[in-house]
């Protein structure tokens, strides 16, 4: 399935799903220290190069063929600092 990521309207990704740098199990345990993840819950993820920076007051949107589109917009408020590094994270297989 084909993953599309748009920054205000501006295409920023278009892959594959299968090129995601992180695997489902990952995702999960990347966002559990920081949120009470319940059942229903959406992560979004990227794929491997694209998206760039995003911020406050910037509308993001992704779109998976057969599964349809979520549109966010971007805010500061309550954010708080990744506990597991963020970029600085390595990739476990």
Known sequence: MQLRTRVDDALRQDAD???LIWGV???IS???PVMTLNPGDII???TPAGIGQVADGNVV???IDRIGVLTVNVSTVGAVAC???GLTRTQTT
Do not use: C, N, R, W
């Open 83 to 85: 506990s597991k590094g």
């Open 30 to 32: 990347y966002a559990s």
């Open 17 to 19: 799903i299968k090129d």
């Open 61 to 63: 949107s992704v779109d």
């Open 44 to 46: 979004t993820t990227g």
């Open 25 to 27: 199990p990952e995702l």
